[in-house]
């Protein structure tokens, strides 16, 4: 069975560029989670997708970040525009139903540094 | 609001020496706790879970017990291998259901 699968794994772009990561959750996991996961820090929930309604955006800052779940399945993570402090890496997970029960698939994060 | 404190990395030892990584929590409820793993190169997985107080959660030769009266969970592994370095996480689920995490302890095992 295919993992939580992510792209792209590394990207670096300058300050004030646009960038987008994009996320394919396990076959059918209805919920879908953004993660930011600073150097030497614990991931942090960005939002969280129950099927295609985010039922849980109240640490994504919505100045600059969006996410969107189109059909259900995948995800798409952008930031514009990216900031010096953007540099994190932005983990995707994937969870069975839509009770949380702490039990969450990760993929292997896209690493994002911005110059 | 709830949180997780885990004792800082990293922590070296030798193979088949004893692991102990501390955690302790902060919680208005009855929160579940999980420790999660992160292997070099690979995602983050979960590694075992407690649900209530006093389970025990297990798994690959890894074992955290639910102490309520402390508020804690620390992991224990009697004898560890090189394979076992990696970065550990603990963490609990919020009176929201939201997965928070500890900041992570590296652990880097050596022949």
């Known amino acids: 069975e295919a993992g939580v699968v992510q792209s792209p794994r590394y990207k670096i772009i300058e300050k004030k560029q646009p960038v987008a990561f994009w996320c394919n959750p396990i076959?059918?996991?209805?919920?879908l989670y953004w993660y930011l996961q600073n150097l030497g820090q614990g991931p942090e929930l960005l939002i969280r997708?129950?099927?295609?309604?985010?039922?849980?955006d109240s640490q994504l800052p919505k100045d600059r970040f969006s996410a969107e779940r189109l059909k259900g399945v995948d995800s798409t993570l952008k930031i514009q525009p990216a900031e010096l402090g953007d540099s994190a890496v932005y983990l995707c997970?994937?969870?069975?139903?839509?009770?949380?029960?702490?039990?969450?698939?990760f993929g292997e994060g896209s690493r994002l540094t911005v110059l | 609001g709830d949180s997780v404190t885990q004792m800082e990395g990293p922590v070296t030892l030798s193979e088949e020496a004893f692991l102990t990584i501390n955690c302790t929590y902060t919680a208005t409820g009855y929160p579940s706790l999980f420790w999660y793993v992160q292997y070099p190169g690979e995602g983050l997985q979960l590694l075992l879970k407690a649900t209530k107080a006093d389970d025990k959660g297990s798994n690959k030769g890894f074992e955290a017990t639910y102490r309520k009266e402390t508020t804690s969970f620390h992991l224990e592994k009697g004898s560890v291998q090189v394979s076992d370095s990696a970065v550990y996480f603990c963490?609990?689920?919020?009176?929201?259901?939201?997965?928070?995490f500890g900041a992570g302890t590296q652990v880097v095992v050596t022949p």
């Open positions: 963490a609990l689920t919020d009176s929201w259901g939201k997965l928070q």
């Open positions: 076959s059918g996991h209805n919920t």
């Open positions: 997970a994937s969870s069975a139903g839509t009770r949380d029960t702490g039990e969450l698939f």
């Open positions: 997708y129950e099927n295609e309604e985010a039922v849980d």
